[in-house]
């Protein structure tokens, strides 16, 4: 376990570049053995947008990534946050709590919260405007989200007094965990099923992109999928039910439009209330 926070304490960019990219790749080639749905969508015109938004992603945070790192040696070296307030616990321990954690404070909570303020919202909307969910999907963020999540992962340092070694190791499961969960694939429901107890799975996440409330406002889970078990956020719906998109934003064309989704959080619309549906 110390080899492996030494490794991540000074991980090379490069290596987070090659974290992001195979996991890309890995879990593309897999959706083409194994897909979720079958029906044929142009998958390299799909991926432009979202690919764009993942470049944006990386270009605000390496910027800004020294900020993280300031803020980390500032919590430990004044033992502040959570995890310094705690007792001395085996380094393995350790490690799982801060992970847990971050994925509570810096995952979750904001995501959650990203849904119940309408301005947050409407830039989190970029996201679940996609029609044909996949792994490239991970990462289609509003460069305006990736500056709000990155003050929601800076506050989350200070609250649970993460050190760097912590945040960059669960920054890299994040990702392989988003691509895998967002990734166009049919897993057997019992395995799914089996995954989601502890882990975001596949079809557990492919709810939360249902276009219709109230999917649409559940399974916030990051990584794990216990916070939505315990503080009842958790829902089902069958695989075969599931339409990808918000309801209020119907446009595939100007959906899959990087100019119309840049645009798209400053467009005015009233968030739909729950109506009767046939999936409830």
């Known amino acids: 376990m110390e080899t492996l926070l030494n490794y991540f304490e000074t991980i090379p960019s490069l290596h987070r570049g ?13 959706e083409g053995m194994m897909p979720l749905f079958g029906k044929p969508y142009k998958k390299w015109k799909h991926a432009i947008p979202n690919i764009f938004f993942t470049i944006t992603t990386i270009l605000i945070n390496m910027p800004l990534a020294f900020l993280f790192l300031k803020s980390s040696n500032w919590v430990m070296d004044n033992d502040f946050g959570i995890l310094n ?33 309408k301005p947050l919202w409407m830039i989190h909307l970029v996201h679940h405007t996609d029609h044909n969910v996949d792994t490239t999907t991970a990462n289609r963020h509003h460069p305006l989200e990736s500056i709000i999540r990155y003050i929601f992962t800076l506050s989350g340092i200070f609250i649970i007094g993460t050190p760097i070694a ?44 249902h276009y219709r409330l109230p999917y649409t406002d559940s399974n916030y889970g990051n990584i794990f999928s216990v916070w939505d078990r315990l503080l009842g956020t958790y829902m089902e ?22 100019g119309e989704l840049l645009k798209q959080p400053f467009q005015k619309y009233e968030k739909p209330t729950i109506t009767p549906d046939e999936d409830l």
């Open 18 to 30: 090659i974290i992001i990219v195979g996991g890309l790749t890995f879990f593309w080639l897999v």
């Open 85 to 117: 307030w705690l007792p001395e616990m085996p380094l393995w321990l350790y490690t799982v709590v801060g992970i847990f954690l971050i994925d509570f404070i810096g995952a979750y909570l904001p995501h959650l919260i990203e849904h119940k303020v």
């Open 166 to 209: 912590l945040v960059l190791l669960y920054q890299s499961l994040s990702v392989l965990a988003t691509q895998f969960n967002h990734a166009n694939i049919k897993l057997p429901k019992r395995i799914d099923k089996a995954i989601s107890y502890i882990l975001v799975s596949p079809d557990m996440h492919k709810v939360h992109h």
């Open 237 to 258: 719906l069958d695989r075969e039910k599931l339409v990808y998109g918000v309801d209020v934003f119907p446009d595939k064309q100007k959906n899959g439009h990087i």
